[in-house]
């Protein structure tokens, strides 16, 4: 239990950002109180943590942005300021753009699991990935015996909600 790791993305996973696009499409990071919380993702990791899980959120979004993504963790109600470095992890790209999103964040949780972590349960959005990509983390979850929950769309997260409660019945 102490090493059974919950991995979710942030954006369209637990935040929703399209508030602070610019109108070319670009994420603006210092317009993180723009941020909106999506809680249909949000109370069942919440529900995790308060069962001792710990929670890496692990984002394709550059380190430069780490500080606005703690400030709209914190006001969307993903997590708590203490939690940070003890149940809540907080993981960001630190190359620059050499590897894909998807690459690089399947290279990290391989590099977990030889650590001796377990990952548990991946929440990804895969909205904008090219179907490859989603086929990537589709197999990569399945080979390393992750339950991977996607969100396809939007239009998922009642269902995605639904599926992780249930989850969360079946976990102690
Ligand atoms: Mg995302």
Redesign the pocket.
């Known amino acids: 239990m102490a090493w059974d790791i919950i991995i979710s993305?942030?954006?369209?996973?637990v935040i929703d950002p399209s508030e602070r696009l610019s109108p070319s499409g670009e994420f603006i990071p210092k317009l993180w109180m723009k941020d909106k919380p999506i809680p249909e993702i949000i109370n069942p990791i919440r529900t995790l943590m308060k069962r001792g899980y710990k929670v890496v959120f692990l984002?394709?979004r550059n380190i430069k942005e780490a500080p606005y993504t703690l400030l709209s963790l914190i006001k969307c109600g993903v997590i708590l300021p203490d939690e940070l470095g003890d149940k809540a992890f907080l993981i960001h790209h630190r190359l620059k753009g050499i590897l894909p999103n998807i690459e690089y964040k399947i290279k990290f949780v391989r590099k977990m699991i030889e650590r001796g972590l377990n990952p548990i349960l991946w929440i990804?959005?895969?909205?904008?990935y090219e179907k490859p990509s989603a086929d990537k983390l589709r197999n990569f979850t399945k080979s390393a015996g992750i339950t991977f929950i996607e969100?396809k769309s939007k239009k998922d997260y009642a269902n995605v909600s639904k599926r992780l409660e249930s989850l969360l019945l079946n976990l102690t």
């Open positions: 993305d942030i954006d369209n996973t984002t394709g990804e959005d895969t909205f904008f969100i």
